[in-house]
């Protein structure tokens, strides 16, 4: 079983729609979550930050982490074509041992937000 | 603010040759990361460098090296390249004390073996 697990896609919604991301993952020592979003050949861009447990909301974008489930979501409200892009998720041990500052990634998924 | 900074943008070499790539991090960063991103295969972490230090590597060969300078901008170094080490390498910066937390990336090397 892979560390963190991400279905590549792709997901096509027409312009408007709610977007659900998610990934579930096996360590139950991650303490940091995070997502990312990249546009074709381009490097990842932070997008939201969630320490353990819990919802957070900016704007569009509504992260959710749930640590008993071992699973984390991305909401996108009110998708834009804008949005079409490659959403990583990523998490962290945090302080623990060698593995400080070590992010383990998820494959990614495809977002095709249609006109 | 300027943000981090990988050159060269792309690099062609053969077979056996050796490449270094370049990254500069956020002003005030003192973490850097290295990543490579190979089609189908997701981010693979490579290295992290803090302090001048290399605090963790991962499950990548000896061939893969780096290094990070008193400024805190950082080199990889990658020897006797393979065909399958064709990817982009993504670097990494994040404020010391902050562990793997708002890790913000360059543009990336595209690094093509030939």
């Known amino acids: 079983q892979k560390e963190v697990e991400q279905d590549p896609g792709p997901l096509s919604v027409p312009e408007g729609a709610i977007v659900s991301l998610n990934c579930t993952y096996s360590n139950s020592a991650f303490q940091y979550f995070m997502w990312y979003r990249q546009y074709s050949r381009k490097g990842p861009e932070l997008l939201m930050y969630t320490y353990s447990s819990g919802n957070k909301e900016d704007g569009r974008f509504t992260a959710q982490v749930d640590k008993s489930s071992k699973y984390i979501s991305l909401f996108i409200r009110d998708s834009q074509p804008s949005d079409s892009a490659t959403y990583l998720c990523a998490m962290s041990l945090g302080n623990y041992g060698g593995s400080q500052g070590n992010l383990i990634f998820g494959k990614g998924t495809k977002l095709s937000v249609k006109p | 603010e300027a943000g981090v900074t990988q050159s060269p943008t792309h690099l062609i070499k053969t077979r056996g040759q050796q490449a270094t790539l370049r990254c500069s991090p956020i002003?005030?960063?003192?973490?850097v990361y290295w990543y490579q991103q190979a089609l189908g295969l997701g981010l693979q972490f490579l290295l992290w460098y803090d302090e001048g230090e290399e605090r963790n590597r991962g499950n990548f060969p000896p061939r893969f090296s780096g290094r990070q300078f008193p400024n805190y901008s950082s080199e990889l170094n990658v020897n006797a390249l393979e065909l399958e080490d064709s990817a982009l390498y993504l670097c990494a910066s994040s404020l010391w004390g902050r562990p793997g937390t708002e890790a913000f990336f360059g543009q990336g090397t595209r690094l093509t073996v030939v």
């Open positions: 002003s005030g960063h003192t973490s």
